[in-house]
């Protein structure tokens, strides 16, 4: 009996074990995304490259302000391609005040029009389940609503995005 007793636990060390170095692993592996990305900013701002803010970005290109999170680490854009990268410190969701629930990985990759992000890499919605986000839009500047697609058009209310708002980490994107 005591070398069974000796055998369960001596099992269930080793998986809290493993837990905590995957855990410990993951920690290293967001830090040394952050750092590198810090580093970049750094390198950027060096060079003479002042970044505007995210949230004043997207308001240029007729999106609402709120669409990512308050606390990303940094963002690349890159005009010419209008490419966009959204750096995060970790997988994390907001929930905005219509309810709805968006996701976002560490790094969350799309294309910047005016009036939309398209090819979106990175983003989930909450419908039933969770649903990968391919593009949100605004028809129009003067438009209250926005459109988030996920499968299907899911058109909210503008204003729930109007302000950035903080994440809270979640395990898994």
């Given amino acids: 009996m005591e070398k069974a007793l000796n055998r369960v636990n001596s099992l269930w060390i080793s998986r809290k074990a493993r837990e905590e170095f995957s855990s410990i692993g993951e920690d290293i592996t967001s830090l040394s995304s952050a750092v590198e990305e810090k580093a970049k900013w750094i ?27 308050r606390n990303i680490i940094c963002y ?71 459109c988030f697609t996920a499968g299907v058009n899911k058109t909210r209310l503008k204003d729930a995005y109007e302000i950035p708002r903080d994440s809270i980490r979640v395990e898994e994107f």
Avoid: H
């Fill in 76 to 146: 690349e854009f890159d005009e010419r391609k209008a490419k966009l990268i959204v750096y995060m410190p970790s997988v994390c969701e907001v929930s905005f005040k219509d309810s709805s629930v968006v996701r976002y990985a560490t790094r969350v990759k799309a294309t910047l029009m005016r009036g939309k992000l398209t090819g979106i890499e990175g983003i989930k919605t909450k419908l039933l389940v969770w649903v990968k986000v391919s593009s949100i839009s605004v028809e129009s500047y003067r438009s209250d609503k926005i």
């Fill in 43 to 69: 390198f950027n701002k060096l060079k003479g490259k002042e970044q505007k803010p995210l949230p004043d970005l997207l308001r240029d290109y007729g999106l609402p302000s709120g669409i990512f999170p």
